[in-house]
């Protein structure tokens, strides 16, 4: 059994709101403006040689007589992109930094800074790195920033740890970890126990793992307020079970509880933000594993709500989870209900790694979140959950089978299949997320990654 908790990884950067007299300047410049260059000739003679043009995100750092870093300029580009400040840690000299001239609402810039500072060291037998010291304007709340970069940090570490050191029993530990940080109750059934409880899927697809299945329960808040309630798919590792994946279908299998990690990140927010809100975290936690005792492909499970569905395939693992968890979610009849889960590879063939798709059974909301998402550049994009292929969802022997038999509309079947176990709560929404990111960008590195949960966090704020 592993129980080991990391402790999340700090930000290098500290962000202070009283400037000292060693700050060095960062000066944003537009693309091709090159007014800057006739108020600091030396800048303008450096930036030649250097070929800076004020593209976005590209960093020049200009040294003073001596040959130490005095000031930088960053280029903004034409203004559009948010996280240009993505690479500054990296680039800059050990120090104290500001910035001169800033847009009106600097959120995502000092964002973007932090975000681009991760590094996962765990694993390196070297944990020393540099660390800056930036001055933030009088509009950033600074407690609001250090939680948004504190908890994408934590989300991304629970989703870089390997399954050696993040199993179901690991997971739950890390909820615990939360429950104790900030006074909310957790509970968890874990087992036989879970046939005890009628979890039966959750039990049906976790019981081959060498640890064992589980579901974990957090509770906090005003019984009062709205009732929020986050589910999250924790599959620790998604081998396929009997129908395994390919060995690269297989590598990136760690990520398959990006679902948990994500809606354990937007639930720290909810609690560390002290927002009016009655919180429930359910996260069923599995390692889709293959042993004697593994379900089957043919198989027929009994879900929680009474459902039967028929095993097409057992790689389809995650939705069959997640409905016990949706189910025992709805049961409380929640005013939201939302889920994340890296549920399907469609998704990514549909929309890519970056632009998560998401359904959502109320038509305001659904707008509100696709443009809320936009604004504040954690994007999100609406699918519809068409009634007209609920019908590839069926079987001849259960009420449902957990696959259609052509590959088309995966993510949408998906979701379909999981709307089948919500019908009490006034508002669900599904992620259909990707947690990762493939390619490195400004801010993002290659590795675990927050989606959706700054969205969802700023609407949950506005309530
Ligand atoms: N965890 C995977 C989905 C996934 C794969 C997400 C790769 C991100 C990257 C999920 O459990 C799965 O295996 N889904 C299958 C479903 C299929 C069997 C209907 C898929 O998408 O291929
Ligand atoms: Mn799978
Ligand atoms: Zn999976």
Request: overall charge negative; glycine content about 10%; proline content about 6%.
């Given at each position: 059994?592993?129980?080991?908790?990391?402790?999340?990884?700090?930000?290098?950067?500290?962000?202070?709101?009283?400037?000292?007299?060693?700050?060095?300047?960062?000066?944003?410049?537009?693309?091709?403006?090159?007014?800057?260059?006739?108020?600091?000739?030396?800048?303008?003679?450096?930036?030649?040689?250097?070929?800076?043009?004020?593209?976005?995100?590209?960093?020049?750092?200009?040294?003073?007589?001596?040959?130490?870093?005095?000031?930088?300029?960053?280029?903004?580009?034409?203004?559009s992109?948010?996280?240009?400040?993505?690479?500054?840690?990296?680039?800059?000299?050990?120090?104290?930094?500001?910035?001169?001239?800033?847009?009106?609402?600097?959120?995502?810039?000092?964002?973007?800074?932090?975000?681009?500072?991760?590094?996962?060291?765990?694993?390196?037998?070297?944990?020393?790195q540099?660390?800056?010291?930036f001055?933030?304007?009088?509009?950033?709340?600074?407690?609001?920033?250090?939680?948004?970069?504190?908890?994408?940090?934590?989300?991304?570490?629970?989703?870089?740890?390997?399954?050696?050191?993040?199993?179901?029993?690991?997971?739950?530990?890390?909820?615990?970890?939360?429950?104790?940080?900030?006074?909310?109750?957790?509970?968890?059934?874990?087992?036989?126990?879970?046939?005890?409880?009628?979890?039966?899927?959750?039990?049906?697809?976790?019981?081959?793992?060498?640890?064992?299945?589980?579901?974990?329960?957090?509770?906090?808040?005003?019984?009062?307020?709205?009732?929020?309630?986050?589910?999250?798919?924790?599959?620790?590792?998604d081998?396929?079970?009997?129908?395994i994946?390919?060995?690269?279908?297989?590598?990136?299998?760690?990520?398959?509880?990006?679902?948990?990690?994500?809606?354990?990140?937007?639930?720290?927010?909810?609690?560390?933000?002290?927002?009016?809100?009655?919180?429930?975290?359910?996260?069923?936690?599995?390692?889709?594993?293959?042993?004697g005792?593994?379900?089957?492909?043919?198989?027929?499970l009994?879900?929680?709500?009474?459902?039967?569905?028929?095993?097409?395939?057992?790689?389809?693992?995650?939705?069959?989870?997640?409905?016990?968890?949706?189910?025992?979610?709805?049961?409380?009849?929640?005013?939201?209900?939302?889920?994340?889960?890296?549920?399907?590879?469609?998704?990514?063939?549909?929309?890519?790694?970056?632009?998560?798709?998401?359904?959502?059974?109320?038509?305001?909301?659904?707008?509100?979140?696709?443009?809320?998402?936009?604004?504040?550049?954690?994007?999100?994009?609406?699918?519809p959950?068409?009634?007209?292929?609920?019908?590839?969802?069926?079987?001849?022997?259960?009420?449902?089978?957990?696959?259609?038999?052509?590959?088309?509309?995966?993510?949408?079947?998906?979701?379909?299949?999981?709307?089948?176990?919500?019908?009490?709560?006034?508002?669900?929404?599904?992620?259909?997320?990707?947690g990762?990111?493939?390619?490195?960008?400004?801010?993002?590195?290659?590795?675990?990654?927050?989606?959706?949960?700054?969205?969802?966090?700023?609407?949950?704020?506005?309530?």
């Amino acid at each position: 059994m592993s129980r080991i908790l990391a402790p999340i990884t700090s930000c290098p950067i500290e962000f202070t709101t009283e400037q000292s007299e060693h700050s060095h300047p960062i000066i944003l410049v537009a693309e091709n403006d090159f007014s800057f260059a006739s108020e600091d000739t030396v800048a303008g003679s450096w930036a030649k040689a250097n070929h800076f043009t004020g593209k976005s995100g590209d960093i020049l750092v200009v040294p003073d007589n001596d040959g130490i870093a005095s000031r930088a300029y960053l280029g903004a580009g034409d203004g559009s992109d948010a996280f240009i400040t993505g690479n500054l840690f990296k680039q800059l000299p050990e120090g104290e930094w500001h910035f001169e001239n800033l847009p009106e609402n600097p959120l995502n810039l000092f964002l973007g800074l932090g975000l681009g500072s991760y590094k996962f060291r765990r694993y390196l037998q070297t944990k020393a790195q540099k660390k800056l010291k930036f001055t933030l304007p009088d509009n950033i709340d600074k407690d609001e920033l250090e939680r948004l970069v504190e908890t994408t940090f934590l989300v991304r570490d629970l989703i870089n740890t390997p399954t050696n050191d993040m199993e179901p029993d690991t997971i739950e530990e890390a909820i615990r970890q939360l429950g104790r940080t900030y006074g909310a109750t957790v509970t968890s059934i874990w087992g036989d126990d879970l046939l005890k409880q009628n979890f039966p899927m959750v039990h049906a697809v976790g019981r081959a793992g060498s640890v064992a299945p589980r579901i974990i329960d957090l509770r906090w808040g005003d019984e009062n307020h709205p009732k929020v309630t986050l589910v999250g798919k924790g599959v620790a590792f998604d081998s396929g079970g009997l129908d395994i994946k390919s060995a690269n279908g297989m590598l990136l299998m760690k990520k398959d509880m990006g679902g948990a990690a994500n809606v354990m990140g937007l639930a720290r927010l909810i609690m560390d933000a002290k927002l009016p809100i009655r919180l429930r975290l359910i996260v069923p936690a599995v390692e889709n594993s293959i042993s004697g005792n593994a379900f089957r492909p043919g198989d027929v499970l009994k879900s929680r709500k009474g459902l039967t569905v028929e095993i097409g395939n057992t790689d389809a693992e995650g939705r069959l989870i997640l409905a016990d968890a949706l189910a025992f979610g709805d049961e409380e009849k929640p005013d939201y209900l939302f889920d994340m889960a890296t549920l399907t590879g469609a998704a990514r063939v549909a929309l890519g790694p970056d632009v998560p798709p998401f359904y959502c059974n109320n038509e305001n909301l659904g707008q509100k979140i696709s443009r809320i998402s936009m604004e504040i550049q954690d994007p999100l994009w609406q699918l519809p959950l068409w009634k007209p292929y609920q019908k590839k969802l069926a079987s001849r022997i259960a009420d449902l089978n957990n696959v259609t038999t052509d590959g088309f509309a995966g993510s949408i079947t998906a979701a379909l299949f999981l709307q089948k176990f919500v019908d009490q709560a006034a508002n669900w929404a599904h992620f259909d997320i990707y947690g990762w990111t493939p390619a490195e960008k400004p801010a993002f590195p290659i590795g675990g990654e927050a989606q959706g949960i700054r969205a969802l966090y700023t609407i949950l704020k506005g309530l």
